[in-house]
């Protein structure tokens, strides 16, 4: 062989390393621990916004590409899933919902479903029958707008208790309103608790009365806590492994329900320092099965004494954060709860409750400011939304060298127009649900107005158009804690009856999915660790049967989790 035909064989050889290499099967590298391919992976990565295969080593995505792209890192050892042409999204975020409520839910009387008072009495005198005589019979998620008939004899709409008594003397009966801002007592849980026609309203509470004076049994906001000291004495006498026992059991059925319904984080909306130490020890244990980012419920003298040392990012293998405090600063729109500017469109005489102290509130704003964690005010009705965005205002420019603090409106569901523009001029991030929107729109138009409603309910495109980042969830157990049904409300604000509720206030289905995802994580300062299926953040993903970016709006609820995978791990499989 001459020089000139080696030459040209080297050149050859070295043209056809080059193609294979271009090809991509490209330079070797580690096996991933698992790949998910033949999808439809919507990133919510700018950079690259579609796939078809995601690889994964340990609890961290390693690469995102085509099939071939991908296919060099399978190994020996990979668990390789098929995903068959199936939708792959970044694992879905509860924004802002009830953890320990979503276990406790599951222990008591489900009460979503009860079409009207007399299927919600059934349903409790079969409860007696399985329960022995002094032991409380507990529900949650009774709603009486939602009702297909009104109960009566009733007040504002409410029913009174005597039915509910007859069929439960000797057991104390507290019924949660769907909304959490209100609870149903019959008699016997009343008289446990000293109530009578002459018990004075607590502060930021109210007992409702009929004509003759006598508590109906409902019990609003702060009231009802008048009802928990009885039901709390009575738990007191348990062990403390019964009380162990029970409390791994909520956060089991809780992480167990998020699992099988996508959710990869949760957003809980208020725990308490001894709920938070349960929860550390789970997670430190590796037995929390999803990533909790919590906020402190607690009075200003427990956190100005605790906050500091209970601040923890990404802690028990970054299944834990704690970063944030909760308050509530009104109630319900549901229960006429809602703190409003102007009164009530169906009830003059009331413009709502105010169930924590202004002065209270800047005090936590202080804690909050000063110990680097974000401050979450639940606020639903237009005042309360407005004395928040005040508040927050006010802390700022008190101390004008903290940036970027991202302190949340939980809810922010009814708005006065001159209030919207300030969200995104405060970097406030409205932590909304579009399943609320959907829930409440029968009711709403009676409770404030065509004009306010129009003006200023659940107004995702208004707040957006701001600058705000909107974060979604469902604040279960309020509503079911699936986000699809909350996706599919988001994208079409339709009611059961076909309407829809202020259309130009529907978000995209890419702005749905990124509120549940990217946006979530923002709210929480992750958004450079989850959010997005990148190469180096969390293999946190969740698989569904559909693709809900492209099918008929209508077909959207028919789908289905398939995967929920978390750290690299498969966590649930349908």
């Known amino acids: 062989m001459n020089a000139r035909s080696g030459w040209r064989r080297t050149i050859e050889l070295a043209c056809i390393v080059l193609a294979v290499w271009m090809s991509g099967c490209g330079p070797r590298v580690l096996p991933a621990d698992m790949v998910l391919h033949n999808g439809k992976i919507a990133t919510v990565d700018a950079a690259k916004p579609h796939a078809e295969a995601i690889a994964i080593r340990g609890d961290v995505i390693a690469a995102v590409g085509t099939n071939e792209e991908i296919e060099r890192y399978i190994g020996e050892s990979t668990q390789v899933i098929d995903l068959a042409g199936m939708l792959a999204v970044p694992g879905l975020i509860e924004g802002h919902g009830h953890f320990t409520g979503l276990g406790e839910a599951k222990m008591n009387l489900d009460l979503t479903r009860a079409a009207n008072w007399d299927e919600i009495t059934a349903m409790v005198a079969e409860a007696v029958k399985k329960t022995k005589p002094g032991d409380y019979i507990l529900g949650r998620g009774w709603h009486q707008e939602k009702w297909d008939r009104k109960p009566s004899p009733a007040v504002e709409g409410f029913p009174v208790h005597d039915s509910l008594s007859r069929i439960s003397p000797d057991n104390p009966v507290l019924l949660t309103h769907a909304s959490g801002h209100a609870t149903f007592a019959n008699s016997k849980a009343m008289a446990l608790a000293g109530i009578t026609r002459r018990t004075p309203n607590p502060p930021g509470g109210e007992i409702l009365h009929d004509s003759r004076g006598n508590p109906i049994g409902i019990f609003r906001e702060t009231a009802s806590g008048l009802l928990r000291k009885a039901y709390a004495e009575v738990r007191s006498k348990r062990t403390p492994e019964e009380v162990q026992a029970e409390a791994r059991k909520v956060v089991e059925l809780a992480v167990k329900e998020c699992l099988s319904k996508g959710i990869t984080t949760f957003h809980d909306a208020g725990a308490s320092f001894e709920t938070i130490d349960l929860y550390r020890k789970i997670a430190e244990e590796g037995a929390l099965g999803i990533r909790l980012w919590v906020m402190i419920r607690e009075d200003n003298k427990s956190l100005e004494s605790n906050l500091a040392k209970y601040r923890m990012i990404d802690s ?259």
């Open 316 to 574: 028990g293998g970054k299944h834990l954060t704690v970063r944030a405090i909760k308050v509530t600063l009104d109630g319900a729109l549901g229960s006429r709860g809602a703190w409003l500017l102007e009164p009530y469109a169906d009830s003059a005489t009331s413009t709502g409750l105010n169930t924590v102290r202004i002065e209270d509130l800047k005090q936590t704003a202080r804690l909050a400011i000063q110990n680097d964690v974000q401050l979450c005010v639940h606020a639903i009705g237009d005042r309360a939304n407005r004395e928040t965005l005040n508040v927050y205002e006010e802390a700022f420019l008190a101390f004008p060298d903290k940036k970027d603090l991202r302190w949340r409106i939980e809810h922010a569901q009814h708005l006065n127009a001159s209030d919207i523009p300030r969200f995104g001029a405060l970097g406030v991030i409205p932590a909304m649900q579009g399943i609320h929107c959907t829930s409440d729109a029968p009711y709403v138009p009676a409770r404030l107005g065509p004009q306010r409603a129009e003006e200023g309910a659940y107004v995702w495109q208004k707040l957006m158009k701001t600058g705000a980042i909107i974060s979604n969830g469902t604040d279960t157990p309020v509503e079911d804690i699936n986000p699809i049904a909350s996706y599919h409300a988001t994208v079409s604000r339709k009611l059961k009856d076909g309407s829809v509720f202020y259309a130009d206030q529907r978000m995209s289905r890419d702005e749905a999915l990124k509120s549940y995802t990217w946006n979530a994580a923002y709210s929480g300062f992750e958004e450079n660790g989850k959010g997005s299926l990148s190469p180096g953040k969390l293999a946190d993903i969740t698989v569904l049967s559909k693709d809900i970016l492209t099918i008929p709006e209508d077909e959207i609820p028919t789908a289905s989790v398939k995967y929920t995978i978390v750290g690299g791990r498969v966590m649930y499989k349908q």
